[in-house]
């Protein structure tokens, strides 16, 4: 219970950490941030990691001059690109017997199911929309891999979507974030954040679950016609 805590206060006061962990820790920081950007997007198993808020937060920092501002836009663009490759290949390597099996305690059905369903709307766009979306910017890769989509479309598609995900994240933080209402507000900002994220994933599920249900009540009305004619 003590590291949920403790990873709650660390993401909604991203600023306060990551100004700490420059003071202790300097060009350090750069290769901190990219492991947390690279496992986020690259690790099919950590899709609570930060992304969103930690980019915005980081590009914060640098605007106070703590942080180079065009290092972080190449190294996290970096890890974006390479998370989302890596997850690609292990989507291949072991996705088909994952989707196999019912929820374990590594991977959750629902969360694949949901992705799945995002390929079957939006094809090789979900690869640039769910950048923007936690959880199912974890899984896409992961689902793309499984046969979803050739390597060749795959990367490109993930390459525009982790150049623009981390411009606008990062160059957000860097233009807005030391604005005086932004700074005074931050924890508000990045929960606001979150929640925006995560907004179409919640609206799309529900529509798939009541378009679902529609259509089982539609095929429970059809196969009892037959027995009300008689």
Known sequence: ????LWFIDFVLHLDRHLTEIVGQYGGLTYGILFLIVFCETGLVVTPILPGDSLLFAA????????????????????????????????????????FKSESNRWFKREHLDRTHYFFEKYGGKTIILARFMPIIRTFAPFVAGIGAMSYGRFL???IAGGLLWTSIMVLAGYY????????KNFSLVIVTIVLISIMP?????IRARLQARRDRLAGAAGSARPVAEE
């Open 201 to 205: 994933a919640v609206v799309e599920y």
């Open 1 to 4: 219970m003590e590291w949920v």
């Open 176 to 183: 807005f974030g030391s604005l005086p209402f932004i700074k």
């Open 59 to 98: 590009g914060t920092i640098a605007s106070l001059g703590a942080l180079d501002p065009w290092w972080l836009l190449l190294l996290l663009s970096v890890a974006a690109i390479g998370g989302d490759t890596v997850n690609y290949w292990i989507g291949q390597k072991i996705g088909p017997r994952v």
């Open 156 to 158: 490109l598609y993930n």
